[in-house]
């Protein structure tokens, strides 16, 4: 089990001290806290942290790989040739776990201030690119009810669970923005699949881990020829998504094959 961390209270005008160690805090392998200010474990050229390997010149100068190598392995500072990998640096940045950036959006994740940048860039709490073409708006979640109504107006319908709300895909449309009730938000997208037809599919627009609830759906597309009606439908749950890249189909899909629909394709949608 890992050994209990003390936690030093700060705030409410009172500094307070830390208790002193014990013999059984202080012996191998037990976890002290230690106050550092983060910037000492950045790079000094392009301030982002450092991470593993960590080179230095012979007067113990340091930055991060990646500057390293745009320096031609020249010290910034002393001009001296890198010589050696500071090995106590490395393990500090290993050993040093911080709270995520975006702990305030709700990643509840330490990570190790070695791999932050990577966590960084990748945590699902961070930003997103909105999903439509032409569009280089990003959000974080919860805030991309805003920007479709403000700035893609022309892609929306707002929908009630329980009822069925009609939405016509031109030719050359992609993406439809489905309004639910409350906060709730669905991508309705339509994959041209090369020779085949269109795959349909719906996305709850939320975090994974928050999508607790399950949204099941009914999709309908249905055409009318000489007096004969014909209809393809799926009945599924929305897959509930961060970001949707461009060209991509998670979960199920409904088909819509080609010559289904002439130029317009109206679809059915239940929530
Ligand atoms: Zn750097
Ligand atoms: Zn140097
Ligand atoms: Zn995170
Ligand atoms: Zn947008």
Redesign the pocket.
């Known amino acids: 089990m890992a050994p209990k961390r003390r936690k030093t209270q700060t705030g409410g005008g009172e500094t307070s001290i830390p208790p002193p160690l014990t013999n059984k805090e202080t012996s191998a392998g037990k976890e002290i806290q230690v106050r550092i200010d983060p910037d000492l474990l950045d790079c000094s050229i392009c301030f982002h942290p450092l991470c593993s390997p960590v080179k230095q ?5 340091v930055a991060c790989p990646s500057c390293w190598s745009k320096l031609q392995h020249q ?6 040739p890198v010589v050696t990998r500071s090995i106590a640096l490395e393990k500090v940045l290993e050993a040093a776990h911080l709270p995520c950036t975006y702990t305030n959006l709700g990643c509840r994740q330490s990570v190790s201030y070695s791999q932050m940048q990577v966590h960084t860039d990748t945590c699902e709490f961070g930003p997103s690119l909105c999903p439509i073409p032409g569009c280089a708006h990003k959000a974080f979640s919860g805030e991309w009810r805003g920007h479709f109504l403000k700035d893609h107006q022309n892609l929306q319908r707002k929908c009630s669970y329980g009822q069925t709300c009609y939405v016509r895909f031109k030719k050359e449309d992609r993406y439809y923005i489905l309004l639910g009730p409350g906060e709730d938000l669905f991508l309705l997208v339509k994959e041209p699949i090369c020779n085949v037809g269109n795959a349909l599919s719906l996305y709850y627009i939320d975090l994974p881990h928050q999508g607790q609830h399950v949204f099941p759906y009914e999709l309908k597309v249905i055409t009318r020829e000489n007096f004969i009606t014909s209809s393809v439908q799926l009945n599924s749950q929305a897959v509930s998504i961060k970001e949707w890249k461009r060209g991509e189909v998670h979960g199920t899909y409904l088909l819509v094959p080609l010559g289904f629909t002439e130029q317009h394709m109206e679809v059915h949608v239940c929530l």
Do not use: D, M, P
Not at 57 to 61: F, I, L, P, T
Not at 75 to 80: L, P
């Open positions: 010149c012979k007067n113990g100068h010290c910034h500072i002393c001009k001296f």
